[in-house]
């Protein structure tokens, strides 16, 4: 439910596998800074904590079930956070007109529950928005952006993948992203929609702790 930012390197975390879901992600300490371009360089996360996570990818109509083996990364310096995310898909959506893009969202919650102003990052191929909740169903562009992310992908059929990355400063000092410091603990979600369009019966989302960006009741 929670990553906690380090300063100092914390001992091995393990990749996990099959069922095991951890309920907190620990964040090591960043040596070298990653470059946000969407590509996996060799040795750039190698500092990071590592997570293997089977993602339930459901569709919201008609409840069909799929599976997909997600990784993601997290590491901390003394002023960002940064995190990277694998995902599988034999598809890249990447169309505004018609609508039918596939996106990860990222949001966070200060407190025990959402509140107007909780961060919220949403990216695409070729898009990304810094974004803040207003309320359930309901959120809002910053006034300001801060941070940067972009979601690459390589392959094709079954073998494509989709590698996000980001990079998110723990204070920028705009009430309307996270305000957080090295040590503390941070409740979050990352939520992936595989072809976010208006015919939802043809959509798949999925989440970290469940698709749910309205209530962080379950993170």
């Known amino acids: ?97 018609p609508l039918n893009v596939d996106l990860v969202v990222l949001e966070s919650c200060r407190g025990n529950t959402l509140a107007a102003g909780d961060d919220k990052k949403i990216v695409a191929p070729g898009i990304s928005a810094d974004k803040h909740f207003v309320e359930p169903g309901k959120d809002a562009d910053d006034k300001v952006k801060h941070g940067k992310s972009t979601m690459g992908y390589s392959g094709e ?28 603990s941070v409740k979050f979600n990352l939520v992936f929609v595989d072809g976010f369009q208006v015919d939802t019966a043809r959509m798949l989302i999925g989440g970290l702790f469940g698709p749910d960006l309205d209530s962080a009741a379950n993170w």
């Open 1 to 97: 439910m929670r990553y906690s930012l380090l300063l100092a390197l914390v001992s091995s975390v393990l990749p996990l596998t099959g069922a095991e879901s951890p309920r907190s992600f620990a964040a090591a300490a960043c040596v070298t800074a990653p470059s946000i371009d969407g590509g996996q360089s060799p040795g750039e996360w190698d500092a990071a904590a590592h997570y293997s996570i089977p993602l339930d990818m459901a569709n919201p109509v008609t409840a069909t079930l799929t599976t997909i083996e997600a990784e993601l990364w997290l590491m901390n310096s003394a002023s960002q956070l940064y995190l990277a995310l694998r995902l599988p898909d034999d598809d890249r959506q990447a169309s505004l007109q």
């Open 157 to 184: 059929g079954t073998d494509g993948v989709y590698f996000v990355e980001m990079a998110l400063p723990l204070d920028s000092g705009d009430g309307e992203d996270l305000v957080a410091a090295p040590g503390a």
